[in-house]
Structure formats: C-alpha cells, structure tokens
C-alpha cells in the first residue's frame, strides 16, 4: 500500500553530496581550536612602560586591564590595587563590585 517512494538517481545524488558536505563541516568543527589561557601571575611591573600602556586608556577598570594585558580579572583586580599602594593609579569611584580609577599625574 504505502512505504517510501523510490528516489530517483538524480535525487539520490543530491542526498548523497549533502550527507558528504556534512562530514566535511563535522571534520572541520571537530579540529581542536587554540584556547587562549590567560595569565594568572601579575604582570612583570615597569613602571614607566606600564604607566605609558595606562595613559593610552580611557578607563582603568579591572576589566579593561585584564584584557589589555590578557589577564584573569581576579588578577587585574590585585593588580590595580597593588599600583593604587604605590601612587601610579588613584580611585576615582567604585563599590564593592566595581572599581574606576585614572592614572595619577
């Protein structure tokens, strides 16, 4: 009574190149992509190379820094703490989330 309609060699074709097209892609996805690991220790600190690369950003927010320096944001966090102690960057407002500063001059 019913089944499935026999294809014809023309559309047995065209499902045959799609199934291949689809392998292909599937082998491309399945190469492992390059994972960038971001950095957890602290940047080496020079002070004046570090405080030239600051004065070229607006903002100086933990994120911002961590990806200018393709750092953890933890990382930046400390970071910019540690140059606040020192006098290179000073507070500018925050919360406890947030926390904006600008280069000291």
Do not use: C, W
Not at 42 to 59: A, C, N, Q, T, Y
Not at 82 to 98: C, D, F, P
């Amino acid at each position: 009574m019913g089944g499935k309609k026999k294809l014809s060699l023309k559309q047995m074709e065209r499902m045959q190149a799609r199934q291949q097209a689809k392998e292909k892609k599937k082998e491309k996805e399945a190469a492992p992509k390059e994972k960038k690991i971001a950095g957890i220790l602290i940047p080496e600190f020079d002070g004046k190379k570090i405080v030239d690369e600051l004065k070229k950003m607006r903002v100086l927010t933990p994120y911002t820094i961590a990806s200018r320096f393709n750092i953890r944001i933890s990382t930046a966090k400390d970071f910019l703490e540690k140059l606040e102690s020192e006098g290179i960057v000073r507070m500018v407002s925050g919360n406890h989330t947030l926390k904006i500063y600008e280069v000291a001059a």
